[in-house]
């Protein structure tokens, strides 16, 4: 995935994005399960709108210090108005990418954090990078969905494969216990634990459904749609959508998680895992 067709697609989500209390919990969640001191220094890596950072900056207080980065401008607007209002001034956000950390020496970080963001990042370069930049017996923690979760990403893919398009699911690579491991593993990480978990939405929108499916589907080539087509999707997607609610609400209204943790090896041990 090229990095500006990513970023410019969170552009184009982020002030929907940072009004969203599931995405927020959804972070959050992920913080907890993290061990975390007083005094720790963290990279959030794929910061967002700041909704892990702020909890890092909660968890590790005023002595430590939290570095959010991110490749999209319109998600670090918000999540800079996010750290202002919060008034904390042990956060620092900055426009980078998380795969390529250069500028930042070896042994930096206690702890590095990546809330939902791998899936969008080749996975061994961005792990290969984060261990570098741990301490000894640093920490990384990353979340992703499970295989085939939520069901409305698998219902947009479904009725997109019907215009045509052929839309892998972006959880696959990690969406498992397993294969957790043993990226984590082949980064040169120990110590492993995978938490499964579900983070609930509180409602499903139809018409949010549709927004975020389709602009995630840009990456892949759904906006070389007609606008015919584009129109016909979206019924379509809307109807089987409506369909899923009416079998099992529940079922359609929910995420089905991991949250991943590891400890810095002295040195990686790549295998070759392919992501």
């Given at each position: ?8 697609v ?16 959804y ?14 220094r963290v ?6 709108t ?6 890092i ?7 430590g ?142 018409t ?64 070759g895992?392919?992501?």
């Open positions: 995935m090229d990095p500006r067709s990513i970023a410019n969170f552009d184009a989500r982020a002030e929907r994005y940072a009004g969203d209390d599931w995405h927020r919990r972070a959050e969640r992920l913080v907890d399960a993290t061990p975390l001191r007083p005094g720790d990279l959030d890596a794929g910061t967002g700041g909704f892990a950072a702020l909890a900056a909660r968890r590790v207080g005023p002595a210090r939290v570095v959010g980065i991110d490749i999209s401008q319109g998600m670090l607007t918000q999540a800079r108005r996010l750290v202002a209002a919060a008034a904390v001034a042990h956060v620092e956000v900055v426009e980078a990418d998380a795969t390529d950390l250069r500028a930042w020496p070896a042994s930096t970080f206690d702890v590095v954090v990546c809330a939902a963001g791998l899936l969008y990042m080749p996975v061994a370069e961005a792990l290969s990078a984060w261990h570098r930049l741990l301490k000894k017996s640093g920490v990384v923690a990353f979340s992703t969905m499970k295989a085939g979760s939520p069901s409305a990403g698998r219902i947009f893919r479904e009725c997109a494969a019907g215009f045509g398009l052929t839309l892998r699911d972006p959880s696959e690579t990690l969406g498992t216990e397993a294969r957790c491991r043993a990226v984590l593993e082949s980064a040169g990480f120990t110590g492993l634990q995978v938490i499964e978990a579900r983070v609930d939405f509180e409602s499903l929108d139809p949010l459904a549709w927004e975020a499916n389709f602009r995630a589907a840009e990456m892949f080539g759904a906006n070389a749609l007609s606008a015919d087509q584009q129109a016909r999707l979206r019924e379509q997607y809307l109807r089987a959508l409506d369909a899923a609610r009416r079998v099992d609400l529940a079922a359609t209204a929910r995420a089905d998680v991991l949250f991943a943790v590891g400890h810095r090896a002295e040195s990686p041990q790549l295998t895992v392919q992501t």
